[in-house]
């Protein structure tokens, strides 16, 4: 397959990706909420009870792994990458090692990672990754992002996905702008149209072949402390507008994070812009918290019951599923919940 194809692929009409790449440190938050153990049967046992739900043949066109699981063997025998390929769904990994802090800056960050890359690339393609995923955060203050931030997280994510190509995967870019403080809907269009321009210059500079990516941003969205309240139209009409002005129409594929928008909020919201999207990307999910909330609830509830966590993982796979299409609605949600 072609890198264009395996990028198609990942966000078929209908299907998106699923973020379970949390690190260990992530999921520790997650497994805390829930009053699980965080240790590496507990977090086997979750993501393969996920792995083997019926949703991921219909559903799920990717799911980025971290380190730890992309090498575990599931307790039926096969490995990790291998039950996910089985569903038809291609396997991918988190390749970056986090946000760390930015010299020269107060409180930003810049995502690290580059060191060592084509060799950690190269053994990731032998466990069976075909796609990998980069990481730049923003957060929007009186004073940030800076530039600097802008610039050297840019070029960080130009550098990755040049070489994620040249190891012969598709590498998701991913500048998130975050969703904390008490900005304006218009506040979050602006940053997001300064740092999508900003990553494609430096993937021109760098080459990167816009056919062979998927772009995975944030939703322009009102900051979580913002008093003005955007409708679901507002927010659908800003990303959309947003993506078309900054975005080549040589990427195939965007799929958004869900940002600690509620699993709802989230599907709401990629239904209402496929409903409008009259350009050629394929928009569609890439949620971690957006899938996983539910089942993640049920897993805390009772680890051994695998029917009803694979219920709850089901029923959001199937709803995003519907947003993809622009064919969610709140009738469907209750229907198919019940
Ligand atoms: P959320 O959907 O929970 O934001 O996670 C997506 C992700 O992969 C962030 O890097």
């Known amino acids: 397959m072609t890198l264009n194809?395996?990028?198609?692929?990942?966000?078929?009409?209908?299907?998106?990706?699923?973020?379970?790449d949390e690190s260990t440190g992530t999921i520790a938050k997650r497994f805390k909420s829930i009053n699980v153990e965080n240790v590496e049967k507990n977090r086997l046992s979750f993501r393969q009870t996920l792995f083997n739900s019926s949703a991921m043949k219909d559903f799920i066109g990717g799911v980025?792994?971290?380190?730890e699981t992309i090498r575990q063997k599931t307790t039926q025998g096969p490995s990790i990458p291998e039950l996910i390929s089985k569903h038809g769904a291609v396997p991918g990994i988190k390749v970056d090692k986090?946000?760390?802090l930015l010299a020269g800056?107060?409180?930003?960050?810049?995502?690290?990672?580059?060191?060592?890359?084509?060799?950690?690339?190269?053994e990731y393609y032998e466990l069976g990754a075909r796609f990998t995923k980069w990481r730049a955060v923003y957060k929007i203050t009186d004073k940030s992002p800076s530039s600097q931030s802008i610039k050297s997280n840019a070029h960080a994510l130009a550098r990755y996905a040049a070489l994620v190509q040249e190891a012969k995967m598709v590498p998701i870019i991913e500048p998130e702008v975050?969703?904390?403080g008490s900005h304006n809907i218009d506040k979050c269009y602006q940053v997001t149209t300064n740092v999508l321009n900003e990553c494609y210059n430096e993937l021109e500079i760098h080459k990167v072949d816009l056919k062979g990516t998927v772009l995975k941003p944030n939703m322009v969205i009102p900051g979580s402390g913002c008093k003005d309240k955007s409708s679901t139209k507002e927010i659908a009409n800003k990303t959309l507008d947003c993506l078309r002005k900054n975005v080549p129409a040589d990427v195939p594929s965007i799929a958004f994070l869900s940002g600690g928008q509620s699993e709802i909020e989230a599907s709401k919201n990629l239904n209402e812009i496929n409903k409008i999207n009259d350009s050629n990307f394929l928009i569609t999910f890439s949620y971690g918290r957006g899938l996983q909330?539910?089942?993640?609830?049920?897993?805390?509830?009772?680890?051994?019951?695998?029917?009803n966590i694979q219920k709850a993982f089901n029923h959001r796979a199937r709803m995003n599923g519907l947003s993809s299409k622009g064919e969610w609605s709140e009738d469907l949600e209750k229907e198919f919940a019940a």
Do not use: P
């Open 293 to 307: 909330a539910s089942a993640l609830k049920e897993f805390g509830k009772n680890q051994e019951n695998i029917e």
């Open 98 to 100: 986090g946000a760390k």
């Open 5 to 20: 194809e395996i990028a198609k692929k990942m966000c078929a009409k209908g299907k998106g990706i699923l973020a379970a």
């Open 64 to 67: 980025i792994l971290f380190d």
């Open 105 to 122: 800056s107060i409180d930003e960050t810049v995502t690290e990672g580059l060191d060592g890359l084509r060799e950690r690339l190269r």
């Open 178 to 180: 975050l969703m904390d």
